[in-house]
Every structure is written in structure tokens, then in C-alpha cells.
């Protein structure tokens, strides 16, 4: 595709359960990031890709909380036994490399949990 | 830690120069400056972003102070659709490479 896509756009889930989110980042970056927005706040970093070194996990908030990237493309987000307090929008974003290049976001997924 | 210190908020007219400042006072040698905006529910966009000189783009002038202690981001014509909450920040460029963290950013509102 032309953008960064995530899935689903809008997801809503009960208390407890486990969730992914997918990005599919633009053909050919190889630089992958994960944010997290509740309403109103600023964006918050959790955790980033850069080709194959090992992921800068240092924002994510607690360890219910993990990433993947497989095949140094498409990237799930999980959150296990989801709060209400996880409630917020998940952007992700990709670049060709972390050097000196812009970086492209989705339009994130929406999460709710009731 | 924050590296960038904005205004919380500022105001412009329609058609008028949107100058908004950042302070990046202990920015590293190889550390350069980049502006995002986040218009009201999109994802952030890329504006320019700069080491020492000043950059021109087709949306947006970026000057840095010779000293790079502090930037300034300059929208010469500013329009309605140009309101947005408008991020500095500041990200070293290295084979390892770090994250973009983005601080608070200053709300722009443009008005006719």
C-alpha cells in the first residue's frame, strides 16, 4: 500500500481479554514504532524496530504489554488482560532508516475497553 | 527527561506568519531538530527538521539559532487547516539510531 496500515480501525473489548493490533508498514522501511494516545494527551512512545537489532522496548508501560515484528515487516501489538486505563488510540509509524528520515504514521486503531 | 521546551498554546490569523518556537538548550552535536504536527484526529505528520542550517520545505521554514540552543518553525501563510498541535524534537542520527519521543507540543490555533 501507499501508507502505513493498521488494523482494525476501531476495537472494542471487555475488561481482561487479550487484543493485537496490526501495522503493515510502507514496503522496504525498516524502522518500526508503536505510540500509544489517550484522549487528549500526547503521544507516548512504547516501542520501536530498527531492522534486525534487537526492539527499544523501553516505553512499554507494564509487561502485559509486547511487540512483534515478523519478517522485518508487518508488526502486532498485544495487550493481555486489557484495563480500562489501556483505553486510548495506538498509532504506529515507519521510515526508511532512523537516520535523517521522516517518519510516516497510520491512522491508528482506536481501543476501548468496557 | 524532556529536550525540548514549547509554548503550551499560541494563536495566529488566517494568512498571517505562524512563527513557533522551540528550546532545545542541551541539544548534542549530532542531535538535529524535527517538526511534526497532529491535526485533530489524524496521525502525526512529518513537517522538516534540520542540524545547523535553515531548511525550507514546501510547507514550512525551519530556522535554527547558530549556537542550535533553539529553532524556530515559521508558516508563512497560515490557514485555517494549518491548526493543529505542532511538535519539536530532537533525535540523534546514528547507525543505532533512537526513537522519536515527542513532548507536550504547542496547540496552534489559526482563526479568521
Known amino acids: 500500500g501507499a501508507g502505513v496500515s493498521q488494523s482494525p480501525s476501531n476495537k472494542v473489548t471487555e475488561k481482561g481479554k487479550d487484543v493485537e493490533l496490526r501495522c503493515d508498514p510502507i514496503?522496504?522501511?525498516?524502522?518500526l514504532y508503536w505510540y500509544r494516545q489517550s484522549l487528549g494527551q500526547g503521544l507516548e512512545f512504547l516501542i520501536y524496530f530498527q531492522g534486525n537489532s534487537a526492539p527499544d522496548k523501553s516505553g512499554l508501560p507494564s509487561d502485559r504489554f509486547s511487540a512483534e515484528r515478523t519478517g522485518g515487516s508487518v508488526s502486532t501489538l498485544t495487550i493481555q488482560r486489557t484495563q480500562q486505563e489501556d483505553s486510548a488510540v495506538y498509532l504506529c509509524?515507519?521510515?526508511?532508516?532512523?537516520?535523517?528520515?521522516?517518519?510516516?504514521f497510520g491512522q491508528g486503531t482506536r481501543l476501548t475497553v468496557v | 527527561d524532556a529536550k525540548t521546551t514549547q509554548p503550551t498554546s499560541m494563536d495566529c490569523a488566517e494568512g498571517r506568519a505562524a512563527n513557533l518556537p522551540c528550546n532545545h538548550s542541551?541539544?548534542?552535536?549530532?542531535?538535529?531538530v524535527y517538526w511534526y504536527r497532529q491535526i485533530h484526529s489524524q496521525g502525526p505528520q512529518y513537517i522538516i527538521h534540520g542540524l545547523k542550517n535553515n531548511e525550507t520545505n514546501e510547507m514550512a521554514s525551519l530556522i535554527i539559532t547558530e549556537d542550535r540552543k533553539s529553532s524556530t518553525l515559521i508558516l508563512p501563510h497560515a490557514t485555517l487547516r494549518d491548526t493543529a498541535v505542532y511538535y519539536c524534537?530532537?533525535?540523534?542520527?546514528?547507525?543505532?539510531?533512537?526513537?522519536?519521543?515527542f513532548g507536550k507540543g504547542t496547540t496552534l490555533s489559526v482563526s479568521s
Open positions: 524534537i530532537v533525535r540523534a542520527s546514528n547507525q543505532a539510531g533512537t526513537a522519536l519521543i
Open positions: 542541551t541539544i548534542s552535536g549530532n542531535e538535529y
Open positions: 514496503s522496504g522501511h525498516t524502522a
Open positions: 509509524a515507519s521510515s526508511l532508516s532512523t537516520a535523517n528520515t521522516e517518519a510516516f
